[in-house]
Each structure stands twice: as structure tokens, then as C-alpha cells.
């Protein structure tokens, strides 16, 4: 499976990239808008995981324009910052809304799930 990973927190995304490269996922990740829309430009994703809340640009107004780039991508949103009118957002417009932190077993079950659906 094809990862794209966006979140404003370096060591988070970092990490994450890491831990599911690790688990045998091609990951690439971003931690800016321009950023991942340059890589659904030159990649192609099964799956985008994204943060809620970042600056500029909100997950859903990314997912919003990566779905211009790459109309069957499948999405995750993961939040830290999770209200109930995010938690609607995000779940009415993802396969899946998580919020931070997520076990990775947890969040590779969903990935799963949602490249399914």
C-alpha cells in the first residue's frame, strides 16, 4: 500500500513514516499542503493520512484538493485536537477519524479498512 502522511508536527510524521515503512508500507510524507500536493502530483497514493488541525490549509480543504489530483485515494484524519464538529467533519468526509495519539496496530487496521471500502 501507497501512504501519503501530512502533519504539521515533524517528529510525529517522522516517526509515523518510519514505523510503517518498517511494517512493509511505501510511505512519503509532507509537512506542508505545497509539499503534499507536489508528491499526489509525481506519486500515486492508495491512502492519505491526514491531520485535522494545521496552519493554512484544515485536512478536510487538503483532502479537498488532493482529491482534484487523485480521485480514488481513500483518507484517515488524525487529529490532537478533537471537538465534536471536527469529529463529524472528519468522519462524514473519511473512511476514518483517530485521534492522537493512535496505536499503530489501531491506525494499519483502518488503513486496511479503508483501502477496502
Known amino acids: 500500500m501507497r501512504v501519503l502522511l ?9 516517526t509515523l513514516a518510519e514505523r510503517l515503512s518498517f511494517r512493509g508500507f511505501k510511505v512519503d510524507y509532507a ?3 505545497i509539499d503534499a500536493l507536489a508528491l ?18 484544515s485536512g478536510l480543504e487538503l483532502k479537498g484538493l488532493l482529491e ?9 484524519f488524525l487529529t490532537g485536537h478533537g471537538s465534536e464538529a471536527d469529529y463529524v467533519a472528519g468522519s462524514s468526509a473519511s473512511a476514518c ?18 483501502v477496502k471500502a
Do not use: C, S, W
Not at 482534484?68 to 484517515?76: L, R
Open 6 to 14: 501530512v502533519d504539521d508536527e515533524t517528529e510525529f510524521v517522522t
Open 31 to 33: 509537512i506542508r499542503t
Open 40 to 57: 499526489a502530483e509525481k506519486n500515486e497514493y492508495d491512502l492519505a493520512v491526514l491531520d485535522m488541525k494545521m496552519p493554512g490549509t
Open 68 to 76: 482534484k489530483i487523485q480521485k480514488d485515494m481513500k483518507f484517515i
Open 97 to 114: 477519524y483517530l485521534v492522537k495519539p493512535v496505536k499503530i496496530e489501531t491506525l494499519i487496521a483502518k488503513m486496511h479498512e479503508a
